[in-house]
């Protein structure tokens, strides 16, 4: 398969790479169609993060499952499903407590695990035709019928919209609030598309109304 490989800071290529196959019975192996590149990417490509030379990227991936482990119970070949950025088992103490970025079972030595990131672990990442992904009943988001047509918003649910809803959360925001967003990127502005970016001294900025 074809896949985006890291050889250093600043220097990916388009590899010729072995293709993604079934591991373990609770794996699936999605084709994937859509993926989105994160900003948190461009950590690895200019060289500020400890990321191995070799290391397929992409966290943000949505496709087709074409294999299906034995062990899988509720994905079905022939789904679409999004695949959020972090890979988790879904069974140890932390998933069990919705603390699923910090998953204690599939980056041994430490907490957390994602798709082709620095430090998180082995899984290759989907900027590539095809992603191994584990413990799939519990890491796919099946898609409704039409998710193959509508795999540009779909997408979204990978890490950009959640990542935005999360902080939102976090923070103990309610509709009405007013907020400002400084280094407003696409995170920042899917907090309320309504919004404006304005241009300041320390970066982008976006004001305004939360509803």
């Known amino acids: 398969m074809k896949a985006l490989v890291y050889h250093g800071p600043r220097n990916v290529t388009i590899d010729k790479v072995p293709d ?34 070799g290391k397929i990227l992409g966290h943000e991936n949505l496709g087709e499952v074409i294999e299906v482990g034995n062990a899988v119970e509720t994905v079905k070949k ?5 695949l959020p950025f972090n890979v988790a088992c879904g069974f140890c103490e932390n ?25 998180m672990g082995p899984w290759s990442g989907g900027q590539a035709e095809l992603l191994r992904v584990p413990y799939a009943d519990f890491n796919c988001l099946q898609l409704p019928p039409d998710g193959k047509d509508k795999q540009d918003d779909y997408v979204m649910l990978a ?24 280094g407003a990127g696409p995170v920042g502005l899917i907090l309320n598309p309504a919004v404006e970016p304005v241009q ?11 509803g």
Not at 27 to 47: A, P, Q, R, W
Not at 78 to 82: A, F, L, Q
Not at 107 to 115: D, E, H, L, R, S
């Open 20 to 53: 993604a196959k079934i591991e373990k019975p609770t794996d699936v192996v999605v084709k994937i169609t859509t993926t989105n590149i994160c900003g948190s990417d461009l950590h690895m490509y200019e060289g500020r993060t400890n990321v191995e030379n």
């Open 78 to 82: 022939g789904d679409y499903v999004c």
């Open 95 to 119: 998933c069990e407590r919705g603390l699923t970025g910090a998953c204690l079972t599939v980056n041994p030595g430490t907490a957390g695990g994602a798709y082709g990131f620095a430090g």
């Open 159 to 182: 890490d950009i919209f959640p990542t935005g809803w999360h902080a939102t959360r976090l923070a103990g925001l309610t509709p009405g609030d007013s907020i400002v967003i400084y």
């Open 200 to 210: 300041t001294g320390a970066g982008n900025a976006a004001t305004g109304p939360l």
